[in-house]
């Protein structure tokens, strides 16, 4: 698995004057970390692009996607104040699919799915948590964290160590689990797309997997297929929304791993997926860890993964324990 991880510093749009964030000045601010404590750099540079010149440079193919949906009337009543059916919603499809029947056919399957989950997505729109999120976040401990990245990006934090998945598989169904997961998907492709809009730099979420304490017989195949499923589901629903995902205090077992997620991961979300070179970010310095001493600042960065904000309630303390079987659910 490589060993890659992003620095919004060094991101040099080709095509956009909008300055990018910059990174923290040095290593020496972070919880725990020595005095001549030097910051490691990023092996991967990236871009935000202005979002009205990708819709300036491809006008004709956006132009083209939306005659051809004009036959849908869920298109053409244009989507809700939330999530307008407009010419960026229409550039993800494009920039997500090389070829211009398979834009539409994402797109038309997208309004079929925003359809049918009409009440479900307008209680997201709301700002209210999924139905199940107060039960399934008991064992699976995962949340959108309140603080965004540098970059303004949306930040899914997974306290796989600590969760109980088996457990989780054994309550709900994978169907049940899926759309759970589609739901925090759609929480943050909204504030995804918020910061684009204002702006107008192509804003994507990141997704933090602290593995902290995890042993490989904590896993479960069920919820590997559930998760397998929610991907595939993202990318065709909510594209352009990952921009990365990282794995942190990541366990020697990792490699075995590997070939169970190429079995049920798409390969788009598995080539977004980077190991942090950090071990232990409870008990050791975040200057350690290039990703998150240059996507966050350490007020910005909760206290598990070396930072110095707070957690929260369904996050946890530092040291909370794994979730026991027999947890009490709501």
Not at 65 to 74: F, G, M, N, S
Not at 191 to 220: G, I, P, W, Y
Request: aromatic share 6%.
């Amino acid at each position: 698995i490589l060993l890659t991880v992003i620095c919004y510093g060094t991101m040099a749009p080709k095509t956009s004057t909008i300055p990018p964030p910059e990174c923290p000045a040095h290593g020496a601010e972070w919880p725990r970390a020595t005095k001549n404590v030097k910051q490691k750099k990023l092996k991967l540079t990236r871009e935000q692009p202005n979002v009205d010149e990708l819709i300036e440079k491809h006008e004709t193919k956006i132009a083209s996607l939306r005659a051809a949906l004009q036959d849908d009337e869920r298109f053409v009543q244009g989507g809700v104040d939330r999530v307008p059916y407009d010419d960026l919603w229409l550039l993800r499809f494009i920039l997500s699919n090389s070829k211009a029947k398979d834009a539409e056919k994402a797109a038309r399957q997208t309004l079929e799915y925003r359809e049918r989950n009409t009440d479900l997505l307008a209680k997201c729109a709301a700002g209210e948590e999924h139905p199940l999120h107060a039960r399934m976040s008991k064992m699976s401990i995962s949340e959108i964290y309140p603080m965004p990245t540098e970059a303004q990006e949306p930040v899914q934090l997974i306290r796989a160590g600590k969760s109980n998945i088996k457990k989780l598989m054994d309550v709900h169904t994978k169907d049940e689990v899926v759309e759970w997961m589609n739901y925090q998907k759609e929480q943050t492709f909204l504030r995804c797309d918020e910061a684009t809009r204002s702006s107008r730099r192509l804003v994507k979420m990141v997704t933090v997997v602290d593995m902290h304490s995890q042993k490989f017989s904590d896993n479960d195949k069920r919820f590997y297929q559930a998760l397998g499923k929610a991907s595939k589901d993202s990318e065709l629903f909510y594209p352009q929304l990952l921009e990365i995902t990282v794995g942190i205090n990541v366990p020697s077992y990792m490699s075995l791993l590997w070939p169970i997620a190429k079995a049920v991961m798409p390969k788009k979300a598995l080539a977004k997926f980077r190991i942090c070179s950090a071990k232990d970010t409870v008990t050791q310095s975040a200057a350690l860890c290039p990703f998150a001493t240059n996507v966050f600042q350490p007020e910005t960065l909760v206290e598990f993964l070396g930072g110095s904000a707070p957690s929260t309630e369904v996050l946890g303390p530092v040291d909370r324990p794994r979730v026991p079987y027999d947890v009490a659910l709501p």
